[in-house]
Structure formats: C-alpha cells, structure tokens
C-alpha cells in the first residue's frame, strides 16, 4: 500500500539532546512538509521542501533542521535550541494540490 | 496574510443531532478550501474539498459549500454519529501561492455521546 510512514509514534528525549522524527512516503510525490501540533493552535508550519536538494523555511523554523536528500525521505530533527518542543509533529505529502498526512511522531522532552 | 478562522470547540452533541462547524477565510487570491478530520492519536485525512466559489464539497454525510460572497465554509452534517467524533480542521490553499501550502484553523473538536 502506498502512504507516508513516520517513526517511531512516541519519542521521548532529555532536555539538550537533538533528536531526528523519520518521514517516509512511496507515493511518488514531490513535495514534503513538516508540522508541528499544540493543543487549540492547530498546526504550524516547520519546513517544507518541494524537490531534491532544497528546502524552505515555514512560520516556526527555529531551532529545527530538515534534510531532502532522496525524493522518498524528510527527516526533521529537533536541536537543543529548540525552547519547547513537547508537541505532536506531522509530515505531510502533496499531490495535484492534495496534502496527504502520515500518523504522526508526538515528542515529549523530560 | 491568509488566515482560517473556525468556531472554537468543544462541541458536543447527541447522536443524530444536527452539526454545523462554522470557518471562515481571509485570503489575497482565489482560494482552494478543504475540511480535514484527525482522529485521536492519528493524521490528518481529507474530509472534502472545494476548489471555486459555489462548489459544494461532500462526503461520508458531510457537506461545505464555497461561499465568496461571505469567505466561509461552513461544514454540516444532518445526523451524526458516535464515530464522528473528531478534531475538524478548515484550511485554504491560496491560488497565489507557489507551492501547495496550506493554511489551516486551529480546529473544532467534536464529540457525539450516544
């Protein structure tokens, strides 16, 4: 079945440590985005990346990295420099103008 | 900027009890509008969509028609069920804008008790 993939579904990480969230789709679309979801803010976007090798930052880049390195892939990780980032992250692929979502990695800091 | 307002939550309702989420936009272009549902603990899947001014999107009982005249999009449904129960999120796609990004509301969460 095709579809988008994220992993692991909890994640849980020291405070000061970096931490990479896995999104993975076979859906043969180009364009990727990251999301991060607070309870009553909806969702806000971290990066997306709409081919190979390049990347853009969305409203809440700050204190996050992403990588697009094959068509297939769009790791998020989540540095240190990152104030607070207890929260539930979805990736999201997009085709003829339609986001497809994958589950969803949700992050607590201890 | 664009901006999706959506009528804050909770909502709960008994079942078979009408439903309408109330949403509307702010936008420079031509918009695309879409209603998205997340269950809990899961993604976001697409409800329906409307692409141009009167389109009425459905699915599943659910129904949202594009008005311009009002920039809303009001989501209904004429008799819920238990398994409706949900997070529903309004978001819009600016014609304008170059990529597929999209603009969301901070959702409406819906509970339908038996």
């Known amino acids: 079945d095709g579809g988008i993939t994220q992993s692991p579904k909890y994640l849980f990480r020291k405070e000061g440590q970096n931490v990479t969230l896995s999104c993975e789709q076979n859906?043969?679309?180009?364009?990727m985005y990251w999301y991060r979801q607070d309870p009553g803010q909806g969702l806000r976007l971290i990066y997306y990346?709409?081919?190979?090798?390049?990347?853009q930052k969305g409203d809440i880049a700050e204190g996050y990295s992403v990588s697009r390195e094959k068509k297939e892939s769009f790791p998020l990780t989540v540095t240190s420099a990152q104030k607070n980032p207890t929260a539930f992250y979805l990736c999201?692929?997009?085709?003829?103008?339609?986001?497809?979502f994958g589950p969803g990695t949700r992050l607590t800091v201890l | 900027g664009d901006s999706v307002t959506q009528m804050e939550g909770p909502v709960t309702l008994s079942e078979e009890a009408f439903l309408t989420i109330n949403c509307t936009y702010t936008?420079?272009?031509?918009?695309?509008l879409f209603w998205y549902v997340q269950y809990p603990g899961e993604g976001l899947q697409l409800l329906l969509k409307?692409?141009?001014?009167?389109d009425k999107g459905s699915n599943k009982g659910f129904e949202a028609t594009y008005r311009k005249e009002t920039t809303s999009f009001h989501l209904e449904k004429g008799s819920v069920q238990v398994s409706d129960s949900a997070v529903y999120f309004c978001?819009?796609?600016?014609?304008?804008?170059?990529?597929?990004?999209?603009?969301f509301g901070k959702g409406t969460k819906l509970s339908v008790i038996p």
């Open positions: 999201a692929s997009t085709r003829l103008g339609e986001q497809f």
């Open positions: 859906l043969n679309h180009d364009a």
């Open positions: 990346s709409q081919i190979v090798n390049d990347f």
């Open positions: 936008a420079t272009g031509y918009p695309s």
């Open positions: 409307a692409t141009k001014a009167d």
């Open positions: 978001a819009l796609r600016d014609s304008g804008a170059g990529s597929y990004q999209l603009t």
